[in-house]
């Protein structure tokens, strides 16, 4: 294959005991794996083998604990918080990415990056941060809100403190730090700028108190599938991910997300768009779909009708039918582009509620996938070639034992297509994902100034 | 020696690349310290080796560029964020205490205290933190203050989000996980509480979403010595790191702290009282003062006038002459009781400003100690056992040399007269402090509740 190639991205999508809703009740499911440091070394390891861009972690602050009864029989309430998880893996491991979800709407712009960019020097480039908002009144009430923040302007908020922590990033150009031991100069007091953002959401003044980091700014990743998501994405993010349920949803969010780069002066292939897939493999479909079937059975009706209730944004559907079609849901504050996602696979597929559940159990509104590695490889391909996606962001139906199946079986399939790297291109996440390092915003102006005086 | 004799605590507080501002010239320290997790990597396992209690982290959030001539002579604008620093140094440690200072002014109480629970599970039960208020301009200007908030609304803050922290650590009774895969249910609901904390800073629900920790809680540690410092550490801290020139200061501040403790209902050895101290260690009395003056010398004048600026709580004293005594400083909002000690210091031994930022270049208002292995056990065993302290946190000159030698020479000389441990006591470090593990307020009022039932 030709070196410069395009090929798939991949990132593993952890969650503590796996994605299926049951799945710590797998008989190879490590039960307490939210709190088990040694079960995410050991996935994280895997993940890492197979030459995986990245880990990735989804994050909530608050137990969703409004149905209990439901709440008790799964494994969601009780996990490590990303960042400090995520900075022990960086010690067990070279290669991989570390992606952590932050939420703008509970923190401060100048914590969030010193964080990440505390990350990124302790894995030597290997940091990414998923900007979100958060929508849920269970963590707005953690955080002395009354009622959760208006959709438009928890997304003013994000874009605001995206600035301020890119900014911030850009606080020193990368060669201020002499440490000169002769002459006593430890770093060059003209490479050290002041951000003084002065805005509507936040007054920063600055600079932040850690060296520009290895990747110049960690990899900024993005979910939101809402208009306000999407040109947010454009405008900052660098992977985005997202769920599809068919490849032709995929390709018009693909060509629609691409188009809108070049109004910020952004290349197509300078943003990453990576569906999350659900894989269940087996050596035969019958063996996969077998495989499916017993997780399926492990699914208590409590859990899985609070499941469809919180991914419908918190619309209550225990009092319809659990055997009848899904009926219209009321728009509500909360993740309106989930309600619209699981709205049109009901109406596509005519699920009754019951079968609604049981089809979101596992990948939670994202492509299923249940099939041989050639199969499911072949689903990979055609999405990829066919630019429904740049990569894919893997969700273990359950954990170890699910990424280590397609760790084994898949990922050699897409290498002797010629689809996936047998080996890291370089040292950082962003080498690795083909993305430019960002120029500090100080030298790029002292630069275009220069540029101007000469034209003159 | 007995099992139960009382024996000194040591913390190592750690600082990039040493406790003296010149360290970084030092030609055995690692200039780059601050951002390089080896070099932690390396000083946290000389301190387990050593059979430290725990490895400490100060923090501020800002750099203080206010003199940049000064600041950029120093290393001390970039380092780690300690949060992300301590959980990958749990990776590559088994017995020692993490402890990270994170401010109560610019953080929310439900982030905290799921980073330390997460810490604490991280390290299996090692974590701690030491609770501080902000007092810099500089912090305030990069979390959207126009001002800093007032000494007594920082602190009143302070304790109610102690209060909520606390609180949260609770919301799972320490058994509520049977995670039983056979029938299904992960953990019990009537073990799970909310907190529903409803105060004048903070509106905060609960619960929070990791397991009750393995220390129950991590170890709370402060710092404050001001009045309503005190106040506060006697209500809730567990450790106190204190910066103290004399013994009968340190005695007099021992006193005061232990005897405010009865009123709270809690233990005089409940609380360990631990002062800083910078040692400069030598085979002979000249040897460590040679050793010191060679640092000294590495400290340009624009270094040290800015060090005392800094230390007095932004007082400018560039106005002044160098080799006049100090005047009388005007008293500021920030860090009260630090102003106090300088000046206290300054009167006593009627030092110039020049002697002054050289006297405290080092340990910064703590106690120095030049000498040989001998004379400095003597010296920490006479504070130990005339109640001046319970412990010490050692403030290395120089890292990770400093440290060594510490390690070396004279920890074995306080294992030799029975002062030190030569192997830890327990698995956390609760149990190494002999610090008592907090019953889950929960599950104490049900039993309080049986007890009062039971005795009618």
Chains 1, 2 share one sequence.
Do not use: C
């Amino acid at each position: 294959m030709s070196k410069n190639k395009r090929q798939i991205k991949l990132g593993a999508f952890l969650m503590e005991t796996g994605h299926h809703i049951a799945a710590w009740r797998h008989p190879d499911a490590q039960a307490d794996g939210g709190l088990n440091f040694e079960h995410y070394a050991q996935v994280a390891r895997i993940a890492e083998q197979a030459r995986f861009d990245a880990i990735f972690f989804a994050d909530s602050v608050s137990v969703r604990d409004t149905n209990l009864a439901s709440l008790s029989r799964t494994a969601r309430a009780d996990h490590f918080e990303p960042l400090t998880l995520l900075s022990a893996l960086s010690v067990v491991t070279r290669n991989i990415g570390l992606i952590a979800t932050v939420s703008t709407t509970f923190n401060e712009p100048y914590n969030l990056a010193r964080k990440f960019a505390s990350l990124d020097h302790l894995g030597g480039g290997r940091s990414g941060w998923n900007l979100v908002t958060s929508s849920t009144e269970s963590e707005a009430l953690n955080f002395s809100f009354e009622q959760h923040p208006d959709h438009a302007v928890r997304y003013e908020r994000a874009k605001e403190f995206y600035d301020v922590v890119a900014g911030l990033w850009d606080s020193w150009e990368d060669d201020a730090f002499s440490r000169d031991k002769q002459s006593g100069v430890y770093f060059d007091p003209d490479k050290l700028h002041v951000l003084n953002h002065r805005g509507k959401h936040f007054k920063v003044r600055g600079p932040l108190n850690v060296a520009r980091s290895p990747q110049g700014w960690p990899v900024v990743v993005q979910a939101g599938a809402s208009d306000a998501g999407k040109e947010l994405a454009a405008q900052t993010a660098e992977v985005i991910f997202v769920a599809h349920q068919t490849l032709e949803e995929a390709q018009t969010f693909y060509r629609d997300i691409k188009s809108r780069l070049a109004r910020y002066g952004r290349q197509p292939d300078h943003l990453k768009i990576m569906p999350g897939i659900f894989p269940v493999i087996g050596k035969t479909e019958a063996e996969a779909r077998a495989k499916f079937d017993a997780l399926q059975e492990l699914i208590h009706p409590t859990v899985g009708l609070a499941l469809l209730s919180n991914m419908s944004g918190g619309v209550d559907l225990s009092s319809y039918p659990l055997d009848r079609p899904v009926p219209d849901l009321p728009e509500t504050n909360g993740g309106k582009s989930r309600q619209r996602l699981l709205l049109d696979l009901a109406r596509r597929e005519n699920l009754t509620i019951r079968e609604l559940y049981l089809r979101i159990a596992g990948a939670r509104g994202h492509q299923q996938v249940v099939g041989t590695p050639e199969s499911i490889a072949d689903q990979l391909q055609q999405w990829f070639e066919e630019e429904g996606a740049d990569g894919f962001n893997i969700m273990s139906p359950w954990l170890p034992g699910g990424l280590g199946e397609f760790a084994e079986l898949v990922v050699p399939e897409l290498q002797r297509r010629g689809l996936f790297r047998t080996e890291y291109e370089g040292r950082t996440l962003r080498e690795n994902l083909g993305l430019p390092r960002p120029v500090n915003r100080y030298v790029l102006a002292a630069t275009e100034q220069r540029a101007t005086v000469a034209a003159r």
